[in-house]
């Protein structure tokens, strides 16, 4: 790895499935409720999808997805930055299934711009964009394990194995 750069990983487990979990982590509408470090998403593209951020600090990121395998696993890597100190990364997401739960693992790579005595900042930044990717995933397990989880009303869904007919009504 560059001598400018961090990797970090991060894991949670959510009380939702795996589907619910991507389409509210993956929905680019929704990460501001989540990520406060984000004021602004704005979808450029759908297909690669392509998502700009404005964040805290000044900063903002353009980011297109490399992989986008729902509900599983996700890929992306930055194509554009704005930002004093960073210079490029990516993410890379998987989502597991656990007995009703879901284990959200994230690895981030930030690669930094080469400056006077960047070595000596790298454990900070590590610290610090550790601790905000945390929150983040921390506010959308209480998010999520907070909205109401919709169960079909009792008759919805009827199953038989008994053969049905029909008689027109005369």
Known sequence: ????AITFTEKIVIER???QVWDYTQNS???TEWDKTVLEATT??????????????N???????KLENRPNKFSLTYRK???SVIEHGGITGTFEERSGTTLWI???TMVFKRGLFMGLRLPYYRWKYGLQIRKAMQNAKEILE???????????????TEPVSYTEPE
Do not use: F
């Not at 790895?1 to 400018?4: F, K, T, V």
């Not at 900063?59 to 997805?65: C, G």
């Open 44 to 57: 450029l593209e759908q297909s690669p999808k392509t998502v700009k951020l404005k964040m805290k600090e």
């Open 106 to 108: 994230q690895t981030c």
């Open 59 to 65: 900063v903002s990121i353009t980011y297109v997805y």
């Open 81 to 83: 930055v704005e930002s």
């Open 17 to 19: 499935t795996k589907e």
């Open 1 to 4: 790895m560059a001598a400018n």
């Open 146 to 160: 907070n909205m109401p989880v919709e169960q079909p009303e009792q008759g919805d869904v009827k199953i038989t």
């Open 29 to 31: 509408d929704l990460i």
